[in-house]
């Protein structure tokens, strides 16, 4: 599934309590949580393309867990850390 968006998983972790976290090749991390991974991982590569076109931040972290949207974490070029949550 992530061939089409040319990223690969480097780290495939699942929790004690069942949750999956994934860090892609471009060290984002992917956090699935329990239901519906699949889903999620697709709900991601349909806006990957939104999240790796920022000019002025770069993605740390995907919060895939919430039923009808994420969070994103950013890193700014200034090394600063944001939170965005749609």
Do not use: C
């Not at 895939?64 to 974490?73: E, N, S, T």
């Amino acid at each position: 599934m992530l061939e089409e968006v040319n990223v690969s998983i480097t780290d495939l972790v699942l929790s004690d309590r069942l949750a999956w976290r994934l860090t892609l090749n471009n060290n984002i991390e992917l956090l699935l949580g329990r239901e519906e991974p699949m889903k999620r991982l697709t709900r991601f590569i349909t806006l990957y393309h939104n999240i790796e076109t920022q000019k002025d931040r770069r993605a740390e972290k995907v919060d895939l867990r919430y039923p009808h949207g994420f969070a994103v974490q950013w890193t700014h070029k200034n090394n600063t850390k944001q939170m965005d949550i749609n």
